[in-house]
């Protein structure tokens, strides 16, 4: 029944769903045969069982003029289908709050916030024609890729998409891993040419193979002097966040950060990103040294504790790997030397065995 309420000039209707869900909604009109109208399509509505024109109503995503309106011209299915056609933009915001803040960025690069973005503009070709126009090298459109791959698969959960299309879009070839490292005595003169707070955090760095980021964000509850451990809080995979071990030359550096600390207090509250980088090359400088960046201590780490004997799945561990295949594909050549071959039996080089010739 369609009434006027108590202050308003247009009839109201309340349209009910089968789950008792209900809203109050105006008819759009001041006229209470059209009014009476449109409580009659509500109702040829009900009994033709549109129930997702009656939930769109419900919801508030379309007006009652509007179903009027387009019931009356015959374009009612155009709208349900602009209806059905979710809008991006609105369902990026609810994914940010609980995503990579880095993948939010990247997919924001394609869908703009505060721009309608329906869901039927995010199709495999669009994608692909999305990252071939990115002004970036192949890698980075990989790594972009990856972010929209992450949003795709939130999408399915939602049952907003069917399937994951970005994993139908091919990937970019990969250049070679950089492979620049440091023996652990170049680290330690290095660390110790940098002033203060950075020389003990390139230390940390190459003695755990510890990311920069998760580094600058530890405090004093971390660090566990007499394990000789620290929990590294890293947030790229579940396997950043991991406890590891750091080397013995590196104690005294470690130790003299938890002087005066307790708690949570940060270990490296004044330092830096972009000053580390600056700090770190006038370091190594210093020392006679140079085309290094601060990445490279986490290849200084595995190259030198794989040389040292430790097994791939330890030093993966170090670096936050789900698995050993990366270290064995990208440092495998670094875990044999020549002293191996030259003490192992099973492996050195032997004159044949005489045979007895029976006579």
Known sequence: MVFKAKGTHTFKLRVTLEDRRSAILSTGTTDKRVASDVEALVKRLRAHRRFDVLEALVLKQVALAKVYDADRSGTLEAVMAEIRDVDLDRLVKDWAGRANPKYVRQVRKMIPAGARFPVSRFRRKAIAEFLAKLPCDDPTRNRYRAGLSSFAKWLVEREVLETNVVRDVRMYKENDPRMVWMTWEQADKVANAAPDPYSHLFALMAATGAELGAALHLTRADVDLEAQTIHVHGRKTRWRNRIVKYESWARDFVKALTVGRIGPTPLFPDAHHADALDRFKDAQKAVGLSGHVLHDLRHTYAVNALKKGYKPAVVAHQLGHKDA???????????????????????????????????
């Open 325 to 359: 295949t990366m270290v064995t594909r990208v440092y495998g050549r670094f875990v044999p030397d020549a002293s191996d071959y030259a003490t192992n039996p099973a492996t050195s080089v032997r004159a044949p065995r005489k045979v007895k010739r029976a006579k």
